[in-house]
C-alpha cells in the first residue's frame, strides 16, 4: 500500500526537480559562465524592448522602419569601414553594378538644366528599337510631365527601369523638332558590361579596361581575349585603374588564366573563416604573355586581389600609383524585409602572405576616410618617396620586396602630371562647365558629327574646331571668367578633356578610353616595359660595394591625371 502511494507522488517529484535543475542552471549559466550568445541575446533584448517602449510610450507618432533603418548603419559602423547595411529599397541599385545585367529601356543619360538629356542609346536595346536616339530630351514618362527639380538620377531611375517586358510611354523633344514625339518602349535585360574597352594599341599590343568585377567579367575576359588573340596581340595591358572592385571569384578566375599550375592566388581568413586558399590549376590559355597591369588610389579590393596574384608571383610588370588598400571580405546577407548588410567576415592576403587593408580604428574613423586627400596633401601622388609604408616586408617569389598594410605599390611609380593645370582649369573641370559645354557642342552638331565613326576621325576633326576657344566663351557667359594667359598654358589639358568627352558623346566609352590613352604617361611606360622586353620581373640585382648590398632600383616615369565617369544608366 505504501508503495503505491510513493509511486502517485513521483511524478510530481520528478517535475519539481526538472525545474529546480532548469532555475539553477540558468542562474549559473547568467553569471558564472560568461556566455556570449547570452550577452549578445540580452543585448538585442534591450534593443527590442526600446524600440518596442518608443512605439508605445513616446510622445510623438515614430516610424519604427525609419528608425532601424537608422539605427542599424550606426552599429555596423563600430566595426570596420566596410561592414554596411542597404536598405530594402537600395538593393536593387546596389547590386546592379556587379550583375551584369538590369531591366530598363536602355540608355546612358545625364541631367542638365533639370532635363534628362539621353547621351547614349544601347545599341540593339529596348529604346533603339522603338526609335529614341541619342540627343533627346525626356521630358514625360507614362503621360506625366518630367521636368524641374523631380528631376534626379534617382527618380529617373526609378521611373525607367522595372520588370522585363513591362511597357513605359516616353515624351521626348528631339533636336529641330517642334513637337514632342511619343515612344512606347518594351523593357528589357539591359547588358552591364564591366569591361569597357578592349582595342589593340599597336600592331603587338593589346589593352583591356575593367571597370569592376562582377558576375560577367570572367566570360567577357575571354571574350575581349578571344577578340585580341585575332588581331595578333603578343602583349597584353589590363587597367584597373578606378576599378573599385567587387566579386572575389571573378578576380580569381581572370588570374588564374595566366598564372602556372598551382600558384597561390589569394587565401582569405578569419575569426570563424577557417583560411581558404585560391590557387591556379593549370589550364589558363595566356600563361606565358608579357603582361602589364595598371592600378592607382582607385584601384581596390578584388582589383587590388589581382594586382597581388601578380606582383607576388612575379607574373607582371604592376605601374601607376599606390592603391587603395581594402584587404577586407565581405559576405552579404539578406532581412525577410528585403534589406541587407554587407559584413566583414576575413581578411585577404596576398601570396607572399601581406595583408594589403590600411589602418584603420573600429567606429567613426575620419582619418580613413579623408585617407585619399591625405596622401594627396602629403605629395604621395606626385613622388614615390613620399608613400609611406606602415606594414612589414614580405618577398615575391623571385625575393623582391614588397609591403602589407596599405595597397599595393606599384613596380614602376607613374606621378599625376601637374604640367598646365592651373587654377582656370580647376575651376572649368570642377564647376562641370566642361562636361555641359561638351553635351551642349555636341548637340549643337550632332548632324554633322554623325559622320564620323570612328576614334582618329572624329579626333582629327575635333583639333580643327578650336573646342577650347569655344569652350572659353561659353564658359565666359556662364560664369567662369575668361583668363587668356592660364588658358594658353592649360590649353593641352583643356583640348584633351573637352574632344574626350564630346568623343564619348558620339562614340562610346571604348572610343573615349582609347582618346585619352593617346598620350597618357602611365599607358606610354607600359609601352616602354614591351619594348625593353621586361614585363617579367627579374630577381633584384645586388651589387656589392664595400660591403654592403646595394639594390638596383627602377626608373621614375611621369604621369596623368584621375578618370571618372559621371553617366547614369536605365
Known sequence: MEQKRNNR??????????????????????????????????????????????????VDKVN??????KAIPQILSELDPHSVYISAKDVQAANDDLKGSFSGVGIEFTIRQDTIHVQNVIKNGPAERAGILAGDKIVSVDGKRF????????????????PKDTKVKIGVERFGQKTVKYFTVTRGEIPQKSISATYMIDDETGYIRIKNFGETTYPEMLIALAKLSQEGFSNLVIDLRDNTGGYLNSAVQIANEFLPKNKLIVYTQGR?????????????????????????????SASEIFAGAMQDNDRATIIGRRSFGKGLVQQQIGFPDGS??????????????????KPYVNGEDPEYQQDLMSRYL??????????????????????????????????????????GITSYYKQASMSGLILQFAFTYTDDNRPKLNNFKEMMELSDYLTKQNTVEKFASYADHHGLQRRNLMIMKSHKLLERYINSRIVYNMLDEEAWNEYINQDDPVVLSAMKVFKNKS?????????????KKIAMLGKHFDNVGLRRNLIANA
Not at 147 to 162: D, F, M
Open 378 to 419: 602629403h605629395g604621395e601622388f606626385f613622388s614615390q618617396d613620399s608613400i609611406k609604408h606602415t606594414g612589414p616586408a614580405y618577398h615575391t617569389a623571385n625575393g623582391r620586396t614588397v609591403y602589407g598594410g596599405g595597397g599595393i605599390t606599384p613596380d614602376i611609380f607613374v606621378p599625376e602630371d601637374t604640367t
Open 535 to 547: 614585363a617579367f620581373p627579374k630577381k633584384p640585382m645586388k651589387k656589392v660595394l664595400k660591403g
Open 340 to 357: 541587407m548588410i554587407r559584413l566583414t567576415i576575413a581578411r585577404y592576403y596576398t601570396p607572399s602572405g601581406r595583408c594589403i587593408q
Open 64 to 69: 519604427i522602419d525609419s528608425l532601424v533603418d
Open 147 to 162: 521636368v524641374g527639380k523631380i528631376v534626379t538620377n534617382e527618380e529617373a531611375q526609378h521611373r525607367l527601369k522595372g
Open 9 to 58: 507522488w513521483m511524478p510530481i517529484i520528478m517535475a519539481l526537480c526538472v525545474v529546480a535543475g532548469i532555475f539553477i542552471g540558468t542562474f549559473y549559466a547568467n553569471h558564472f559562465s560568461g556566455n556570449r550568445l547570452n550577452i549578445i541575446n540580452s543585448g538585442s533584448n534591450r534593443l527590442n524592448n526600446l524600440l518596442h517602449i518608443i512605439d508605445d510610450q513616446y
Open 272 to 300: 570563424k573563416s577557417p583560411r581558404q586558399d585560391y590557387r591556379s590549376d593549370g589550364k589558363g590559355t595566356y600563361q606565358n604573355i608579357p603582361l602589364v597591369v595598371l592600378i592607382n588610389e582607385g584601384s581596390a
